[in-house]
């Protein structure tokens, strides 16, 4: 994996914490610079792994460990989705 600097603008506060001290925070803090993209869906959580260098499970057990679920659906949503798995197997059968 290639790795590159990056310049930031951010509060003289947190400059302290920016710098990990091990590879654990190291990626954490990665990790939670590309959440918001995932968030919007500008790119996978497959995707995200990919630029982390670690698999998407591994990116998945991470933002759990961070108190990010992977599944952002409420419960309607998932109703719903279950609903229109029942109607497309019924028209598959």
Not at 8 to 22: D, S
Not at 69 to 77: F, G, H, K, T, W
């Amino acid at each position: 994996m290639t790795f590159t600097d990056v310049s930031i603008k951010v509060p003289e506060g947190m400059t302290m914490y920016l710098r990990p001290k091990n590879p654990r925070a190291e990626l954490e803090r990665n990790a939670l610079l590309l959440y918001p993209y995932i968030n919007d869906r500008t790119i996978s959580h497959g995707k995200a792994a990919e630029i982390l260098g670690i698999s998407k499970y591994d990116l998945i057990e991470l933002y759990d460990y961070m108190g990010f679920a992977y599944l952002s659906m409420d419960i309607s949503e998932v109703e719903d989705e279950v609903a229109n798995w029942e109607k497309v197997k019924e028209a598959l059968v």
